[in-house]
Nanobody, 123 residues
Framework: QVQLVESGGGLVQAGESLRLSCAAS????????MAWFRQAPGKEREFVAA????????PYADSVKGRFTISRDNAKNMVYLQMNSLKPEDTAVYYC????????????????WGQGTQVTVSS
């Protein structure tokens, strides 16, 4: 399984932006669908955005549509989440995940997860 490490989280004010990064090792990300999830205190983990292994499909949760953008740089083995117009309700730990099956879309199951990066948005 590929190993994933997230970075880029932090404390920002409402309306500001952050870009999260997900670095992979032990595998070639270009073969896998990738996604971002988040988990707020006391809540279940929820889907944020995904990107197909080809990069041509990028579904988003309704709550972030139009504000967040997922992208990938296969040459660098990286996936990103650009978050604009952040709101206090975006506060959560954000996780990067990789599909366990190569060249699959929709993804079958996310088999690799990072440790998460904290995003806190103050009002």
């Amino acid at each position: 399984q590929v190993q994933l490490v997230e970075s880029g989280g932090g404390l920002v004010q409402a309306g500001e932006s952050l870009r999260l990064s997900c670095a992979a090792s032990g595998g070639t990300l270009s073969n896998y669908a990738m996604a971002w999830f988040r988990q707020a205190p006391g809540k279940e983990r929820e889907f944020v955005a995904a990107i197909s292994w080809s990069g041509t499909s990028t579904p988003y949760a309704d709550s972030v549509k139009g504000r967040f953008t997922i992208s990938r740089d296969n040459a660098k083995n990286m996936v990103y989440l650009q978050m604009n117009s952040l709101k206090p309700e975006d506060t959560a730990v954000y996780y990067c995940a990789a599909d366990g099956s190569r060249h699959s879309w929709p993804p079958l199951a996310y088999a690799s997860w990072g440790q998460g990066t904290q995003v806190t948005v103050s009002s």
